[in-house]
């Protein structure tokens, strides 16, 4: 179902029952106390196509800041030892953030999509696979995958610019 067939907020919950309804303006409330920018358009998606799009956004909101940000941050490049030798050469130093913040996406990138695979396709016949689920609060696998969580990365560029700065 596309996102443009789908009912505004007003309508969605207009055709929900009051158990329902207050169910998905918790859900609303949660994406947006967790900082969704569309809690509206998460909460709909999560409800009409039963994707955890709570706990896929929980998975992935601190990748940025934590994962490829980080490397712009003050004396992040000066402590790893080659990150200050080439400083110490005369590398400028918002290209060498640029390089690392690069290879910091492109490695959360390869490995969520490597996730997403489920099987090593080398491996031997029979071989097991994985699956990355969502859980209660207690640990209990609700049965819904968190799956192509690659596809979402770009998006949650807190800078808006969805990486565009790292290929210039």
């Not at 999560?46 to 941050?73: G, K, Y």
């Not at 000066?78 to 200050?84: D, H, I, M, Q, V």
């Amino acid at each position: 179902m596309s996102i443009s067939s789908w009912p505004t907020w007003a309508e969605a919950l207009a055709g929900m029952n009051e158990e329902d309804r207050a169910a998905a303006e918790r859900l609303r409330d949660r994406f947006a106390e967790s900082g969704e920018l569309e809690p509206e358009n998460a909460a709909l998606s999560e409800i009409i196509e039963d994707i955890p799009q709570l706990a896929r956004f929980l998975a992935l909101r601190h990748i940025w800041p934590r994962l490829i940000d980080a490397w712009a941050t003050p004396g992040a490049l000066e402590r790893l030892p080659a990150g200050a030798r080439l400083l110490a050469t005369g590398t400028d130093h918002d290209d060498l953030v640029k390089v690392a913040r690069s290879v910091a996406y492109d490695t959360v990138f390869g490995l969520l999509y490597l996730i997403c695979l489920g099987c090593d396709d080398e491996a031997a016949e029979g071989s097991p696979g994985w699956s990355l689920m969502e859980t209660t609060p207690e640990g209990e696998l609700t049965g819904r995958q968190l799956d192509a969580l690659y596809e979402d990365v770009l998006s949650l560029d807190p800078s808006g610019r969805e990486a565009g700065d790292l290929f210039e």
